[in-house]
């Protein structure tokens, strides 16, 4: 953690509303990326990432320091929202990696169906890998965390996630190239 941010937690735990908006703004896109391909659907992953954001507001007066990055406490309490969610639903929803089709710039039609073949192809692939690759998948990728930060987020060591990574990567890749 740097500096900058080690001081804008610290505000934010003493009640500093303006550190919490800039911890807010600095780490809703990822939260919400992750959120989003855990639960494939962008109105439900708005609602955890808000509902995330509450209680990481509430709760972060009780925060400490341990030997942990601040972004793994705050994945860590995203993970919880999304399995509790996941619970309540009591099925796995559509998951996309990065954001919504509309988002890109490509003004062709012809290109825009043939992405969102593409990131259906790679959701419906990404449904049948472990939920431990699953997490792994999601956060290096769609949350851009690093392989130290994803396994802090999962209670893993580096090893782990960095086969885990690695089998999630090859089972995709031989699903995909199956369908073809």
């Known amino acids: 953690m740097s500096i900058d ?3 804008v937690v610290c505000r934010a735990i003493k009640g500093d509303e303006e ?4 911890l807010y703004g600095e780490h809703f896109d990822k939260i919400y990326r992750y959120i989003y391909l855990r639960v494939g659907n962008q109105a439900d992953a708005e609602d ?3 509902e995330v954001f509450v209680k990481i507001l509430k709760a972060i007066g009780s925060y400490k320091w341990r030997n942990l990055p601040f972004t793994a406490w705050l994945f860590r309490i995203a993970h919880n929202q999304v399995i509790d969610y996941l619970r309540k ?3 796995v929803e559509k998951v996309a990696l990065e954001g919504d089709v ?3 710039d490509e003004r062709d039609p012809e290109s825009i169906a043939e992405r969102e073949f593409e990131i259906e192809e790679l959701t ?3 449904k049948k ?5 699953h997490d792994v998948i999601s956060l290096r990728f769609g949350s851009g965390l690093s392989v130290a930060e994803v396994a802090k987020v999962l209670g893993k060591n580096t090893g782990t996630v960095k086969a885990l990574q690695y089998n999630g990567v090859v089972a995709l890749r031989r699903m995909l190239l199956d369908k073809r």
Not at 19 to 22: P, R, T, W
Not at 129 to 133: D, F, K, N, T, V
Request: glycine fraction near 0%; charged fraction near 20%; hydrophobic fraction near 40%.
């Open 5 to 7: 941010e080690k001081d």
């Open 19 to 22: 550190a919490f908006a800039q």
């Open 48 to 50: 955890l990432t808000q």
């Open 89 to 91: 639903v009591s099925k």
């Open 102 to 104: 509309a988002s890109f």
């Open 124 to 126: 419906e692939t990404i």
């Open 129 to 133: 890998l472990s939920p431990a690759q």
